[in-house]
């Protein structure tokens, strides 16, 4: 993983996770867990935090392999309170992670995946619904919202929050787009 900061002074930072500059403090690791730990209405510190994973333990798992456990390594300060002021935006593997709206950072993974539900789920998820619909004289049985919900892959419920949230779509409403 690749996280890069972009500060409006034109400073440029970029944090390589997969080159350790001395993995010797994790002998027998397997594994290495990254993650990012942002507060966007907080004005403390991002921290990128490092877990890993030694050899296997005796215990067997489910499916009967031995379990690694989890180990906490350490936290990197990415950008601190008075950084934090200055931070443009925020890129892992070269996709958003944060972006400066006015005077506040916003976490691209919570907007792109409502984005991402307009734009591309719902449309989808419509489409196949309707189609579904059609198909109902076909079904077997039983309960044809929740045979096209499994043929969807969800739940009963989320097939009835979908079909909600469908028809409140802009193109499905009158309501003026708000921005």
Same mark, same amino acid.
Request: aromatic letters at 12%; one cysteine or more.
């Given at each position: 993983?690749? #996280?890069?900061?972009?500060? =409006? @002074?034109?400073? +440029? ?6 080159? /350790? $500059? %001395? ?64 931070? #443009?935006?925020?890129?892992? =593997? @070269?996709?958003? +992670? ?6 506040? /950072? $916003? %976490? ?72």
């Amino acid at each position: 993983m690749v #996280l890069k900061t972009y500060y =409006d @002074d034109g400073h +440029f930072d970029c944090f390589d996770t997969a080159q /350790l $500059v %001395d993995s010797s403090q994790f002998r027998g690791s397997r594994l290495a867990n990254w993650s990012l730990d942002f507060d966007p209405e907080s004005s403390g510190p991002i921290l990128l935090n490092l877990y890993w994973y030694d050899n296997a333990s005796d215990e067997a798992g489910p499916v009967g392999l031995p379990v690694a456990f989890r180990r906490d390594g350490w936290s990197f300060v990415v950008a601190d309170a008075s950084d934090r002021e200055h931070l #443009l935006r925020m890129t892992v =593997d @070269d996709e958003p +992670f944060l972006v400066r709206l006015g005077d506040c /950072l $916003v %976490d691209c993974g919570k907007l792109y995946h409502y984005a991402n539900m307009v734009d591309h789920v719902l449309p989808r998820a419509s489409k196949a619904a309707a189609f579904l619909e059609g198909m109902r004289g076909d079904w077997s049985d039983g309960d044809a919202d929740a045979q096209i919900a499994a043929t969807l892959g969800m739940s009963a419920e989320s097939y009835r929050w979908a079909i909600a949230a469908i028809g409140a779509l802009p193109e499905n409403n009158d309501k003026e787009d708000r921005f």
